[in-house]
């Protein structure tokens, strides 16, 4: 990044009782960028964003916006527009009042509120509920009237923090792309908080995945897909097969427990004879009838555009593999003798995940 | 599909039965003797009923002059047979609440009426209590003789009829009930504003903690919410005295070098009443701010306002209808308060409640206390009303 214009730098921060809700994270936004916090519950994207926001101050560390730092700015001089889970639309307003609110604060005369609040319902498609109460709308209503708040005072940042999480599905992927318009429209910085893995590689420009506090990649949507850094990264987002293992050659021969014996890209710096789990998405499994470790199909299941198809190999392994609808063998059926094999580039030996017995000690 | 539907949404029979219970128990425990004590401001027996012909005689009277001859035959009839009854006491007592002295006058009198008839009714009267000669005390027999009267009602609100049958105010040195009734108003009305004052920043910090540090707050605000009224009020009595724990600590602070009166005033009264109703206040406070939560707060602070216009501006609108409860529930529970006023009050600080049971155990005018309970509910009915018109006014049509 070239420009920074949020910049977190070694920002931590440590809730009483010792708690790291953010440990030590270092990210650059340029301007114009949206990018997506993904991450679990608890894992500090939430409070990263808040810290961004004004409403938690770093333990550590400092969070620069434009270039000044935000250190002793209060949230109500920072500028930022945001947009909450709850959306925090004021109850007792009219959706104009509501959408005036931070232009009133500011003093601004009354003929450039009416037409920046005209223009903001127009972005939002809410043009003739200007007199309505927040009560009388739908949720997606009301979630365009928080929309619209957060961008009326057109602020150069604006923070979401989950803000479909209370849509149905078909309405959340429409605001998904709404949203997305929105940016490119007005060229705002966006920061997205979400747990939702799908929604994040939707919208975003780039992800910052998050985990227990800390960073653990931070790459285009196609990256972090094609190329996740950790086995955690792997599973959070897109859905894989990961299997342990142990590294036997530099060229990525890895011995999966059990004996099977399979290719793999090393990603880190790896020993011979190191732990590791080897991480393959669903559809660069190759099913054949003559290729590959031997096993059967297990289980079918029809999801129309594609064919999901767990086959249990004779090393014991349950592979799960996508196939789309209309590409699907006639050999593939329930029960069916099979092999499953996959190519070198398509495998990603990660870091090592606990093995089973050290995570039923955990639990 | 509409009949079946509204088949199963209706409460049914037996669900009625189950509420019959209470029903039964509430209408015989506080419904019926409230409407008892309440009929007792209009209703004005005694005389009626010890001198039943010489009431409906009075009631043709027209008032001026005495009452014709016969009708005071009628009465020095009655009131020879009413000698020694029971009832002669009762309207003696009644009779005495219009004119002080009547009484003994009536008892006087029963006792040494001439045997026979006479023929100068009135004169034979008067040789006995020269009043008799007086139209004043036949215009208050007249008032006296029911069954219903306004007179109770009147005299709750320092009005009386004159003997001429107009509604005048009654002498000044007996004229206490309107200031009662305007001092109760103004000890609640401070009361509930010292609450508010009071209570509204205990409640934001309870709603803005989370659970596990609220709750047990809670439930010190709930702590003195379960001690009775009475040791609670006997506790600031003993705090407040000329010797008691908070002068004691403010002299020795230096900030007072004579001990306040703090007690058996007005100030007690608020201290000790303020106290006693705070809970009333912090809980429908309190559950409508944690329905309101931080977010609103926050979102106002993101837009650009300052903490104090947000809270103006967001969070303050936002609880007025917990603000709204608040204060009609302590000022409606101050209305009736007895207890507090009475113990740490002086003579001056008494609420009309003291004297509703000052009329009903120690004089037994039990139409009086009916009618100053009778005001007091129109009161608080008159407030209750208000305030709903209030609190739905400015709402958004629904």
Redesign the interface.
Known sequence: MTERFVAFDGVTKTFAGGVHAVRDLNLDIARGEFVTFLGPSGSGKTTSLMMLAGFETPTAGSILLDGRSLDRLPPYHRGIGMVFQSYALFPHMTVAENIAFPLTVRRRPRAEIEDAVRQALDLVQLTAMGGRRPAQLSGGQQQRVALARALVFKPPLVLMDEPLGALDRQLREHMQIEIKHIHARLGVTLVYVTHDQGEALTMSDRIAIFRDGSLQQVGLPGEVYERPLTSFVAQFVGESNQFAGTLRDVTGLVELDGGWRMPATIVHPLAIGARTTVSVRPERIRLSRDDGAAGAVQELIYHGDHLRVVVRTDHGHAVFAKLLAGAVPAWVRDGAAIRVSWDAADARALDALPNHTTEEKLQ | MRQPMSRFLRPRFSAWLLVLPLFLFSAATFVVPIVMMLARSVQDPELSRAFPQTAAALALWDGRDLPPASSIDTFIAELRDARGTEGLSFAANRLNSEISGFRSMLLRTARSLPRDRQDDPVAALARIDARWGERSTWAAMRRASGPFTDGFLLAALDRQRNDDGAVVRVAEERAVFVTVLLRTLWISTLVTVFCLLLGYPVAYLLASMPGRIANPLLVLVLIPFWTSVLVRTTAWVVLLQRDGMVNGLLQRLGLIEQPLTLIYNRTGVLIAMVHVLLPLMVLPLYSVMKGI?R??M??????????F??FL??YL??S?AGIGAGCLLVFISALGYYVTPELAGGGGDQMISYFIAFYTNRTTNWGLAGALSLILLVVTGLLYVAYARLSRGPR?PA
């Open positions: 939560g977010a609103p926050l979102a106002a602070m993101s837009l650009g306002a300052r903490p216009e947000a501006r967001v609108p936002q007025v958004a």
